[in-house]
């Protein structure tokens, strides 16, 4: 067992910056409110519906049938199904990461990083950092006079990202990476950080898991220093039926079947419907200016399978 650093909950304010308003502004608030009013409607909506499901599956959404396991999908027992769920993917979580996209995971975190404006020296932080891909990435940029932070409520997940920080070289991670690193079992949705203390934040394929979105947006929005950005990519709730449809087969017909072959097909069956729940690039760009950044820019990553939302605060 690996000595990790445990802490409490602590919900801080959320922190943002207002500018003035002048009418473009205003006309882009108003946007941004009725995105994010469709988003709660839509959230509402299922979670209606949600209670209302069978005991035997995970939940409903829009009258459907939710697959993936007990509970992923139940309001107020979701946060805990999820980190079952990640503690028991933990093994082969890497591996099977590996093999489904082709290696392309590494190049859309190796993105996202750039996009955290992550530089030599900075603290940085890694929010649902699993085994750790991206904060390892970040310790690469911050170089030894940097600090990163990787956070995470999988404790398995955590155990597995110490034991790549500790492995030779040689060993994946390809080197050493020369900066501090530290690993703390936490929630995103209660960030146990003061306000203002990173230069630069990820998330990877942790937005979609978490119970209350706006809840992790305005924490990363508080831990962050003035002028910081981060940068959150996760799977694309695509408006492009093409890309929508691609999607679907790529899940259901390559990634299910693979995720079977190590007894975990309801745990992958989970991911479809966590990405049709998960608000589009525009629904997200509207929740982190909610949320307290100044800027939001949703980006396609990987032919738009990917997304990658870059939250940056107000200087
Ligand atoms: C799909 S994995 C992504 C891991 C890693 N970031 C990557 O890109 O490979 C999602 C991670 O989010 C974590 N997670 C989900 N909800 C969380 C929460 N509320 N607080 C902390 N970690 C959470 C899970 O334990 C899991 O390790």
Request: charged letters at 20%.
């Amino acid at each position: 067992m690996h000595k990790l650093a445990h802490h409490q909950s602590v919900l801080g304010s959320a922190a943002g910056a207002r500018a003035p308003w002048p009418a473009a502004a205003q006309r882009a608030q108003r946007r941004q409110w009725r995105d994010t009013q469709a988003w709660a409607a839509r959230t509402e909506l299922q979670s209606a519906t949600t209670s209302a499901a069978q005991p035997s599956t995970s939940g409903r959404f829009d009258g459907e049938e939710l697959p993936g396991p007990q509970g992923a999908f139940q309001p107020g027992q979701e946060a805990a199904a999820r980190q079952q769920l990640f503690n028991r993917i933990a093994p082969v979580y890497d591996e099977l990461n590996e093999r489904l996209s082709l290696g392309q995971h590494r190049v859309w975190k190796r993105m996202a990083v750039r996009w955290s404006g992550a530089a030599p020296g900075h603290a940085a932080l890694d929010v649902c950092c699993g085994s750790g891909d991206l904060a390892f990435e970040l310790a690469r940029v911050v170089g030894a006079t940097g600090h990163v932070t990787g956070l995470d409520f999988a404790a398995e997940m955590l155990e597995d990202a110490e034991s790549r920080r500790a492995a030779a070289p040689g060993v994946r991670p390809a080197s050493r990476p020369p900066a501090r690193m530290s690993w703390v079992q936490g929630d995103a949705l209660a960030l146990p950080f003061p306000d203002a203390s990173f230069d630069a934040a990820t998330m990877g394929y942790g937005l979609r898991n978490v119970a209350d979105i706006p809840r992790a947006l305005a924490e990363l929005a508080r831990v962050l220093k003035p002028g910081a950005s981060a940068a959150v990519l996760d799977f694309n709730n695509s408006e492009d039926p093409v890309v929508d449809g691609l999607q679907a087969f790529f899940l259901e017909r390559l990634v299910v079947p693979a995720a079977s072959a190590y007894g975990l097909a309801a745990e992958y069956e989970y991911l479809r419907p966590s990405i049709k729940r998960f608000p589009t690039g525009r629904e997200q760009e509207a929740m982190a200016r909610a949320a307290g950044f100044a800027s939001a820019v949703h980006y396609n990553v990987g032919f738009g399978l990917m997304g990658c939302l870059v939250a940056t605060k107000a200087r």
